[in-house]
């Protein structure tokens, strides 16, 4: 019954209504560092928790007029970034799905000596739910990086329980050790691992039915890969579809519907084309994307992978993947049918840099851009 009155509410604002989005600062007294993400903890208080770059997690109330913002976890001194880029640092963070009995999340980010990704795992403190234990780290899995970019940076858990993380291709340009078609490696992928029962010395175990446990030549850990850049992903809790967004090249972003053990392309082809642009290739055994768009068109640079929106303050989106470039700001709405039909439609040009989509506890979408969190909302009038 209640999937029935959103359809039909849904219907009405699109039947009636005329939208028009705008982004506004949703926390007008509030800055931060370079925020790259934001996230709840699914623990019932509305907190919510940004992660600045340089190695730091805030937590605050979802509340409009906070003016008191607390430092979750500080691990910049162990945080490594080169002065020359802006894809190192603290990446992504996830919290347990028990996170309210374990206290525990994750952490991804880079360090040096070597140069690389460390997937980490921390505790709340026991006495203060606002601050975790800094000295409660039990590194999970590190993953050695050739190159200063493309070091993904998104690790989230699924509805079975097991931890997804998203890695680069090793980064420079155009993929030059071929990871992306290299089963042997992590880089390229996304990786699926069970977190809750450590095997072999190490931090985790394979869950059974990943795709790629029967092949001696791949890496048991692979969930899917052939991806450049897959800097965000999420899942649709509605439809359980896995969405993300894959940063392309100098010609096409993309984006994705991950199935296990599938093959996104990369470096072969570029979205639905050959790579390098003007070459020959075959798309047999590539899963295609489910959208593309073409690069440095009126600005835009760099696909930001958001959420399939699910909450209720904004009708006229419900059920559509939100997405946006991180050059102009543009965010847009994806439309996905079954049959594989897709509508994408422009909603604003925000003009501020999106580095990260987030959702609060109540399904609604926030925004990371610039030293401000944001909100994309609609005036939804007859």
Same mark, same amino acid.
Not at 1 to 18: K, N, V
Not at 43 to 68: A, C, M, Y
């Given at each position: 019954?209640?999937?029935?009155?959103?359809?039909?509410?849904?219907?009405?604002?699109?039947?009636?209504?005329?939208?028009?989005?705008?982004?506004?600062?949703?926390?007008?007294?509030?800055?931060?560092?370079?925020?790259?993400?934001?996230?709840?903890?699914?623990?019932?208080?509305?907190?919510?928790?940004?992660?600045?770059?340089?190695?730091?997690?805030?937590?605050?109330?979802?509340?409009?007029?906070?003016?008191?913002?607390?430092?979750?976890?500080?691990?910049?001194?162990?945080?490594?970034?080169?002065?020359?880029?802006?894809?190192?640092?603290?990446?992504?963070?996830?919290?347990?799905?028990?996170?309210?009995? =374990?206290?525990?999340?994750?952490?991804?980010?880079?360090? @040096?000596?070597?140069?690389?990704?460390?997937?980490?795992? @921390?505790?709340?403190?026991?006495?203060?739910? =606002?601050?975790?234990?800094?000295?409660?780290?039990?590194?999970?899995?590190?993953?050695?990086?050739?190159?200063?970019?493309?070091?993904?940076?998104?690790?989230?858990?699924?509805?079975?329980?097991?931890?997804?993380?998203?890695?680069?291709?090793?980064?420079?340009?155009?993929?030059?050790?071929?990871?992306?078609?290299?089963?042997?490696?992590?880089?390229?992928?996304?990786?699926?691992?069970?977190?809750?029962?450590?095997? =072999?010395?190490?931090? @985790?175990?394979?869950?059974?039915?990943?795709?790629?446990?029967?092949?001696?030549?791949?890496?048991?850990?692979?969930?899917?890969?052939?991806?450049? =850049?897959?800097?965000?992903?999420?899942?649709?809790?509605?439809?359980?579809?896995?969405?993300?967004?894959?940063?392309?090249?100098?010609?096409?972003?993309?984006?994705?519907?991950?199935?296990?053990?599938?093959?996104?392309?990369?470096?072969?082809?570029?979205?639905?084309?050959?790579?390098?642009?003007?070459?020959?290739? &075959?798309?047999?055994?590539?899963?295609?994307?489910?959208?593309?768009?073409?690069?440095?068109?009126?600005?835009?640079?760099?696909?930001?992978?958001?959420? /399939? @929106?699910?909450?209720?303050?904004?009708?006229?989106?419900?059920?559509?993947?939100?997405?946006?470039?991180?050059?102009?700001?543009?965010?847009?709405?994806?439309?996905?049918?079954?049959?594989? /039909?897709?509508?994408?439609?422009?909603?604003?040009?925000?003009?501020?840099?999106?580095? &990260?989509?987030?959702?609060?506890?109540?399904?609604?979408?926030?925004?990371?851009?610039?030293?401000?969190?944001?909100?994309?909302?609609?005036?939804?009038?007859?």
């Amino acid at each position: 019954m209640r999937d029935l009155l959103i359809l039909l509410q849904i219907i009405t604002a699109t039947l009636l209504f005329s939208q028009e989005y705008t982004v506004e600062n949703a926390f007008p007294n509030l800055s931060f560092t370079d925020p790259v993400g934001i996230y709840h903890a699914d623990d019932g208080t509305g907190r919510l928790f940004v992660i600045e770059q340089p190695g730091t997690i805030k937590v605050f109330q979802n509340d409009p007029s906070t003016t008191t913002v607390e430092t979750f976890l500080n691990i910049t001194s162990i945080v490594e970034q080169d002065p020359g880029y802006t894809e190192e640092g603290l990446l992504g963070l996830a919290f347990h799905p028990n996170f309210t009995e =374990n206290g525990y999340f994750y952490v991804n980010y880079t360090d @040096y000596s070597p140069k690389r990704n460390v997937i980490a795992r @921390y505790t709340v403190s026991s006495t203060n739910q =606002n601050q975790a234990d800094a000295l409660s780290s039990l590194v999970i899995l590190e993953v050695n990086q050739p190159y200063t970019n493309h070091n993904g940076g998104q690790l989230d858990f699924g509805s079975d329980g097991y931890l997804y993380i998203s890695f680069g291709d090793g980064g420079s340009s155009g993929d030059p050790q071929g990871n992306g078609q290299n089963l042997q490696t992590l880089l390229g992928t996304i990786v699926r691992i069970d977190v809750d029962s450590p095997s =072999n010395g190490q931090g @985790y175990s394979i869950p059974v039915d990943n795709p790629f446990v029967a092949d001696p030549n791949a890496r048991d850990e692979i969930y899917a890969y052939g991806l450049r =850049n897959m800097w965000r992903f999420s899942w649709d809790p509605v439809t359980d579809l896995l969405w993300g967004a894959d940063v392309g090249q100098y010609n096409w972003e993309e984006i994705d519907i991950i199935y296990p053990g599938l093959n996104y392309g990369w470096n072969t082809m570029e979205g639905n084309h050959c790579y390098p642009a003007g070459t020959s290739c &075959s798309s047999e055994g590539f899963e295609p994307p489910v959208f593309e768009y073409a690069l440095y068109v009126d600005g835009v640079c760099s696909v930001t992978g958001g959420y /399939v @929106y699910r909450g209720a303050e904004t009708l006229s989106l419900y059920g559509k993947y939100i997405y946006g470039d991180w050059c102009t700001g543009d965010i847009w709405a994806l439309t996905y049918s079954n049959d594989g /039909v897709t509508e994408n439609e422009h909603l604003i040009q925000s003009g501020v840099n999106i580095t &990260s989509f987030g959702l609060d506890q109540n399904s609604e979408l926030l925004i990371c851009a610039n030293s401000n969190i944001y909100k994309l909302t609609s005036d939804e009038e007859p």
